[in-house]
């Protein structure tokens, strides 16, 4: 059997180009793309993904990798996996920017640590959110969720010059307004608490002048805010599911599906 350079090149090309838009969303998506995996684990799964997939990609252009038009598919299929991916990451943000807020209402705000899978500090409520998230987002099965996204999207996205459009960096500059909205979703019962406890201790102030607030209310509302953090803690499924369902639509709509 004889296989001559074009050939060669085709194969090259169907095998790249799938493995290059799996990769950046393996990349950009939580869990897989943090540092707690290893880039050799997020190679070899790409690569194992994209072979699965390959009888299933329509005909990629007969177009060399190493010229300028195979290097603008390159970069197309890029910025589509990141794009698809980067928008489950705005759904653990609005945890993280949650358990922010609550932390600083209730006063531990100042009790911070690292977070092992971004390497930025954050307030211990928010890491035990983003905790909460993780789990819950691969017991949905999240991650294989966007996976089957991204391999749907061969089919309505197909491998070209042309891939993600102008509308598409709107959606997820549109969904980041839903990460917020998410967060104070989420937050909003503990706020609204601790603002009434806050208003009881600042009523008790004016009916009591001589008790001083700092030593009596600031210990109050730290274990009040426990308390509620306790209380709110199960209802974090229904909406933490309706926000990854709204991120899942957002990278539909990305993958053009």
């Not at 994209?50 to 299933?56: A, C, G, Q």
Request: aromatic fraction near 6%.
């Amino acid at each position: 059997m004889e296989v001559n350079a074009a050939q060669a090149t085709a194969f090259v090309a169907t095998l790249l180009w799938p493995f290059m838009r799996i990769s950046a969303m393996l990349i950009a998506i939580p869990v897989i793309g943090t540092r707690l995996v290893s880039v050799r684990i997020r190679v070899v799964l790409a690569a194992l993904i994209s072979i699965l997939v390959m009888p299933l990609i329509p005909p990629v252009p007969a177009v060399d990798p190493l010229s300028v038009a195979g290097l603008t598919i390159s970069i197309q299929q890029i910025l589509i996996g990141l794009s698809m991916g980067f928008i489950l990451q705005l759904v653990l943000a609005a945890l993280t920017i949650a358990g922010e807020a609550i932390a600083m209402s209730m006063g531990l705000g100042f009790a911070s640590m690292v977070d092992p899978a971004n390497g930025v500090n954050v307030p211990v409520l928010s890491q035990l959110f983003l905790i909460i998230g993780t789990l819950l987002f691969l017991a949905l099965g999240g991650h294989l969720m966007i996976i089957q996204l991204v391999v749907s999207s061969f089919q309505s996205l197909p491998i070209g010059t042309e891939g993600i459009v102008r509308d598409s960096y709107w959606i997820i500059i549109s969904f980041a307004s839903q990460m917020f909205i998410g967060a104070v979703w989420i937050a909003l019962p503990a706020l609204v608490s601790i603002l009434v406890i806050t208003l009881a201790m600042g009523v008790m102030t004016r009916a009591a002048p001589q008790l001083n607030i700092f030593s009596v209310g600031f210990p109050v509302t730290m274990l009040a805010g426990f308390i509620i953090v306790m209380l709110i803690i199960p209802g974090m499924l229904p909406r933490f599911d309706a926000l990854l369902l709204l991120g899942m639509q957002a990278s539909q709509r990305i993958g053009g599906l």
